[in-house]
């Protein structure tokens, strides 16, 4: 069965997790939505702290298990307990302390690891860094890379690297059809064409008003799409 680890891209209100969570919650493994997003422009939707404890109430009262992205170490001392699974964002990748600090919490604390692929790293490259993580269980992320126009495309699907990936480690792998597929259009083919690489996960985001929302407004499906490529999936 694949493992789906799927919500908005950031979190943006707690109507909007909640509706998520409970039209979706029952199809997912994991609930993902970013507290703080990482962001180009200072000026842009950042996420909001007050996300962490309307994560807290809704995971308990829908019994969704949360994965989350930490930035930092005093953020994984104060938010590492309520996260079920820790992600390691794209930028990041190449953070060996940060690496360091998630390993030694994680094995201790005995929770999974979602480690995404930076979008210009080599496959050799990204398991390199994987080797931070030794203690861990690991769940190799691949996110798109970046390609020869980004301004026209920003990230381009990698699908094919499951396979390649697959031979390099012994991890479990996860493909993010999502920030692969950039535009809403693509996402529903692309998840199931990676699923021909026998992926062990798929992310997906999910909003229930798209159109509307604060970062990543063109890649993200609505509800009934997503429970649409759920049902192709499953
Ligand atoms: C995300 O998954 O929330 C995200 C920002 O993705 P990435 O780090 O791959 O850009
Ligand atoms: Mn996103």
New binding site residues.
């Given amino acids: 069965m694949t493992m789906i680890v799927a919500g908005p891209?950031a979190i943006e209100s707690y109507e909007q997790i909640e509706e998520l969570y409970k039209s979706v919650g029952g199809k997912i493994d994991y609930f993902?939505g970013?507290i703080h997003?990482?962001r180009s422009l200072a000026n842009t939707y950042q996420g909001t702290y007050q996300a962490l404890q309307w994560v807290r109430d809704l995971k308990a009262k829908y019994n969704v298990k949360y994965c989350g992205?930490i930035f930092s170490k005093d953020e994984l001392m104060e938010y590492g307990k309520d996260f079920d699974m820790i992600?390691i964002?794209?930028?990041n990748m190449h953070n060996t302390n940060l690496l360091k600090l998630i390993n030694s919490y994680c094995s201790w604390n005995n929770k999974p690891v979602l480690f995404?692929?930076h979008?210009a790293a080599s496959i050799q490259e990204f398991v390199n860094h994987s080797s931070y993580l030794k203690d861990s269980e690991v769940y190799m992320?691949l996110?798109?890379i970046q390609g020869m126009h980004p301004e026209e495309q920003r990230f381009q699907p990698d699908m094919p690297d499951i396979a390649r990936l697959r031979e390099l480690t012994d991890s479990k792998i996860v493909y993010?059809a999502s920030?692969s597929s950039c535009e809403k259009r693509f996402v529903a083919a692309n998840a199931l064409a990676a699923l021909e690489y026998c992926p062990d996960g798929l992310?997906l985001e999910v909003h229930p008003t798209p159109a509307e929302a604060l970062s990543d407004a063109d890649q993200q499906l609505n509800i009934l799409e997503f429970l649409n490529l759920v049902n192709k999936i499953k």
Avoid: T
Wanted: glycine share 16%; charged share 40%; hydrophobic share 5%.
């Fill in positions: 891209c993902r970013g997003k990482y992205e992600q964002g794209s930028r995404k692929r979008y992320c996110r798109g993010d920030h992310m």
